[in-house]
């Protein structure tokens, strides 16, 4: 650590939005925090994981002693992955005085030490040196494996027999999917608990208290009102340069698996006893176990191909150097789901996830029934088949919560509009939202479990898709391929058209 830091010059003040989201028990005593990004070198660790320790570090929220290492393969010094990292830190509101200091102070507590995930010899390199910068303070030692799941294990043997010596407490964030199928997500919950970062995005956070704490929804919450439920998510790139960790997974296990199915359990399920974590996870479990194994005729899977543009080349997916070229690994799947309880029996749930599509958005759509008898329709003949409500909860980007309502068009005459009630959060709330990462850090950090996913629910969310994985795996069964920014393959409207939804 520098001189800067020794004198204390370089601690900072933390925000009372901190102090009251961590406590900060962590800060008053002589103890340090010792965070390890392994896998530094990757897009994780770039794009989310320092960006989000820097948001911290700013906000005041990370303790007064604290070292950050990247680790990897990688060869790297430690100018080099501050370099790195420099390029991807932004400020929140870039007008604010000293951001520019802050991210130089950060930097500075930046290293980086390069070994093989599975080497005892390397991460017990890494130990001394994180030894050093503790300087014999109380260590808590905190390892963020950005790294593909088939080396979790090795990774977390090494950083724990490295931490055994620590007088702190050592946790270890293990990123999803975690594990490819029932039997090897069975194997890794021995030890390990998983995160899901989508649990800590806004819109995700505030669909309990949408659903719960404003009467007008929760009675609608139901078969007898509700046609279908969409859950969608598309990035507008492909998986560039990650193909070492995507080909093995795919997008069923990398999106739908994990983040669209935690939001329709956090949907679905019934009103938990409290809003404790174990509460929740209760409910959640309960709505997971209900639900039908997905079917074969209800998958339909895509790949995108190169596209050229406006003179510009889009490189399909087996362009990119780190995929095999033959490979069938499916960019874009969607599927329909089946809750069997009373609450939803008979409504589809649609999944849609994709990479390199048209647009970047994760949403939750629902759609209601028609009205039944409808005045307007037997008054006026005024076409209404399409005009059904639908309440929409943009979850990314431009959050938003609006509601689709028919209205009438003003003037003498009788003509229905369809108009929305709209929640645009940047209208309504000056406040920059926290990125979801900031959350997760801060809750390792403090032992907070809620963002975590207990093993019961995996087990439950595997049981669903390993089936159906395993049949399309063993039968090779070739993804439909679409152009590199288009809406994706024909077939997810089939699909949508059986159930007889349009994808919204
Ligand atoms: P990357 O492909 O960028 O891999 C991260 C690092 O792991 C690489 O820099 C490389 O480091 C090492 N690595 C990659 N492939 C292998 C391999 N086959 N064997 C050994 N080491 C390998 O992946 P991501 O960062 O995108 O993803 C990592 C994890 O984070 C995954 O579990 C993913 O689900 C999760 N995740 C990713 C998000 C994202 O936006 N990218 C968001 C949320 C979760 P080196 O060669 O230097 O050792
Ligand atoms: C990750 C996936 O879990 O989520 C990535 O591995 C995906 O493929 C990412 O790009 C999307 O996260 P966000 O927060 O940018 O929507």
């Known amino acids: 650590e520098d001189e800067n830091m020794k004198k204390g010059l370089l601690s900072v003040t933390p925000s009372e939005e901190c102090e009251e989201a961590a406590g900060f028990g962590i800060n008053k005593d002589d103890s340090t925090v010792s965070i390890t990004v392994v896998g530094a070198s990757g897009d994780l660790a770039k794009k989310k994981i320092f960006p989000a320790l820097f948001a911290l570090y700013y906000e005041g929220c990370l303790p007064e002693h604290f070292t950050i290492f990247g680790y990897a393969r990688s060869k790297m010094t430690d100018a080099e992955l501050r370099n790195m990292v420099s390029r991807t830190l932004t400020c ?14 950060f930097l500075k507590r930046c290293f980086y030490h390069s070994g093989q995930y599975d080497s005892e010899d390397h991460f017990a390199e890494l130990d001394k040196k994180l030894k050093e910068h503790e300087g014999g303070r109380v260590s808590n030692r905190l390892f963020y494996l950005s790294i593909p799941p088939n080396i979790f294990v090795d990774a977390v043997k090494c950083a724990s027999l490295s931490s055994s010596s620590t007088n702190g407490w050592t946790r270890v964030i293990v990123e999803k999917p975690f594990g490819r199928d029932s039997e090897s997500s069975a194997a890794l919950t021995k030890s390990l608990k998983q995160i899901d970062h989508y649990l800590g995005k806004e819109l995700v956070e505030n669909l309990s208290v949408l659903r719960f704490s404003n009467l007008i929804f929760e009675p609608l919450w139901n078969r007898q009102y509700i046609r279908s439920v969409q ?21 069923i296990r990398d999106i739908m698996q994990n983040h669209l199915l935690q939001i329709l359990a956090l949907f679905a399920m019934e009103t938990p006893v409290s809003l404790d974590a174990e509460d929740i996870r209760n409910e959640k479990v309960k709505v997971l176990r209900s639900m039908r194994p997905i079917q074969l005729e209800d998958v339909v899977m895509g790949q995108y191909k190169s596209h050229t543009r406006g003179g510009v080349v889009y490189p399909g997916y087996t362009d990119d150097k780190t995929v095999p070229q033959n490979s069938l690994t499916p960019t874009f799947a969607a599927a329909a789901l089946f809750i069997d309880n009373a609450r939803w029996d ?43 409500n639908e309440l929409v909860i943009r979850v990314q980007p431009d959050e938003a919560i609006y509601l689709k309502i028919n209205n009438k068009v003003p003037g003498l005459g009788m003509r229905l ?5 709209n929640l645009l959060y940047a209208a309504r709330y000056s406040k920059e939202i926290p990125d979801a990462y900031e959350r997760l850090l801060l809750d390792a950090i403090e032992g907070e479990r809620r963002l975590f996913i207990r093993s019961d629910e995996l087990d439950a969310a595997w049981s669903l898709f390993t089936p159906v994985l395993k049949e399309l795996e063993e039968k090779k069964i070739i993804p439909e391929y679409y152009p590199y920014g288009s809406r994706g393959p024909v077939g997810a409207h089939y699909l949508a058209a059986r159930y007889k939804v349009r994808w919204g």
């Open 92 to 105: 929140r509101i870039d007008q604010r005085e000293n951001c520019g200091e802050k991210m130089d102070q």
């Open 417 to 421: 509009d369809r108009s929305n009630l």
């Open 346 to 388: 008979g409504v589809p749930f649609l999944m849609k996830a994709g990479k390199a599509l048209h647009n970047k958005r994760a949403e939750i759509r629902v759609q209601f029934r028609h009205v039944p008898g409808n005045l307007y329709n037997r008054s006026f003949g005024t076409d209404l088949d399409q005009a059904t």
């Open 231 to 251: 859950l969608i998510f598309s990035e507008d790139f492909g998986t560039e340069g990650r193909g070492g960790y995507f080909d093995n997974y795919g997008i």
